[in-house]
């Protein structure tokens, strides 16, 4: 396997598994299903870019076209994670809010039909910018450790 797909891939992983310890540390409760979620801290995504980006550098050069490509799709990618996939939570959060409100106002009036509720939309889908920093953070360190555990001496 292609050495810088197997370091992003590896970052990823191991921001898919700090999820769990994070929670756990911040709420007490322990969610071994955030290992398949999507938003949280660390970002898996900025890990996944961040570890490649660094290793390309360090590989191939920080004046490289290869670099330059990895760094504007890594940008690309956390803007995206922190700005529109986070505003998209945000307004789930309002819709799933409207969806129970709805439900109350048809228990005190009743409609004519009754409709089972579809279920509640995925509320955790972006992440704020500290999780983004984070993640871009564990996967500049795995680029470093990846370049250096594969330097060929």
Known sequence: ???????????IGLAQALKIPIHY???KEWKPN??????????????G????????????????????????YGMIVMYDAQGIRRQTGELTLKVNDLDELIDKI????????????????????????KEV??????????GFAGYYLTKKR
């Open 1 to 11: 396997m292609n050495k810088g797909v197997a370091i992003a891939l590896s970052s």
């Open 25 to 27: 540390a911040k709420t």
């Open 34 to 47: 955030l290992f398949i979620a999507t938003g949280g801290m660390p970002s898996s995504h900025s890990a």
């Open 49 to 72: 870019v961040s570890s490649l980006t660094t290793y390309i550098g360090l590989t191939r050069g920080f004046q490289s076209n290869d670099f330059a490509l990895s760094l504007v």
């Open 106 to 129: 048809n228990e005190d009036d009743p409609v004519e039909f009754e409709e089972k509720s579809p279920d509640p939309l995925k509320e955790m889908l972006g992440h704020q910018p």
């Open 133 to 142: 920093l984070g993640g871009a953070l564990l996967g500049m360190a795995m």
